[in-house]
């Protein structure tokens, strides 16, 4: 199993800043990376697939970078509606595994 | 516009099968490259993936569970469905269903892309006597 740990567990930042999440799998998965938030008592949203394709709908703000091991979601200036959780997500091998989260709080 | 809904008891029993049903509406389950996949979220904590069932009725499941997972599929009713036996109180969670779609458009025509774009709005499931 793949085992992916995010950084850090919670990130205080202020609106109109840059937030940057870092994830990193046990073992290489190229670039099958997905990236989603999630707001209290919500499923989790799709935002970048494929390490930094945008899903359709998300704004230009969030962008995604890596591959092999080392990943990472920018949100270049936040906004009030950006304060989730987020959560990486391997697709390389089965079984599928997220990581633990990153809360982005305001700061 | 695709849309899941899940549904099944609330409360079950220790050492008792937890069953749950998804609902698909606006697509046939059997179209497109699509898993229809489980994954839960115990209270917070992140998601952990339970297990997918492909068109053909292929199945892929978490290690972890495999021994007490069952995925099927109801063509004629357009969902799938969940079997956890012998739970626990570490299952306790919110239980969604899923689909992970695929792309082979653009950057993703070397590599398939592959991600979990439709989500029910998940149900709490606790295990309790």
């Known amino acids: 199993e793949i085992v992916m740990t995010q950084s850090p567990a919670t990130l205080s930042v202020s609106p109109g800043e840059r937030a940057t999440l870092s994830c990193r799998a046990s073992?290489?998965?190229?670039?099958?990376l997905v990236w989603y938030h999630q707001k209290p008592g919500q499923a989790p949203r799709l935002l970048i697939y494929g390490a930094s394709t945008r899903a359709t709908g998300i704004p230009a703000r969030f962008s995604g970078s890596g591959s092999g091991t080392e990943f990472t979601l920018t949100i270049s200036s936040l906004q009030s509606e950006d304060f989730a959780v987020y959560y990486c997500?391997?697709?390389?091998?089965?079984?599928?595994?997220f990581g633990q989260g990153t809360k982005v709080e305001i700061k | 516009q695709l849309q899941l809904q899940e549904s099944g008891p609330g409360l079950v029993k220790p050492s008792q099968t937890l069953s749950l049903t998804c609902s698909v509406s606006g697509d046939s389950i059997m179209s497109g490259d699509n898993y229809w996949s489980w994954i839960r979220q115990p209270p917070g904590k992140g998601p952990e993936w339970i297990g997918s069932l492909y068109q053909s009725g292929t199945t892929n499941y978490n290690p972890s569970l495999k021994s007490r997972v069952t995925i099927s599929v109801d063509t004629s009713k357009n969902e799938f469905s969940l079997r956890l036996t012998s739970v626990t109180a570490a299952d306790t969670a919110v239980y969604y269903c899923?689909?992970?779609?695929?792309?082979?458009?653009?950057?993703?025509?070397?590599?398939?892309?592959?991600?979990?774009?439709?989500w029910g709005q998940g149900t709490l499931v606790t295990v309790s006597s």
């Open positions: 997500q391997q697709y390389h091998n089965w079984p599928r595994t």
């Open positions: 073992q290489s998965v190229s670039t099958k």
């Open positions: 899923a689909r992970e779609g695929s792309t082979r458009l653009g950057y993703c025509s070397i590599t398939k892309c592959q991600f979990f774009d439709y």
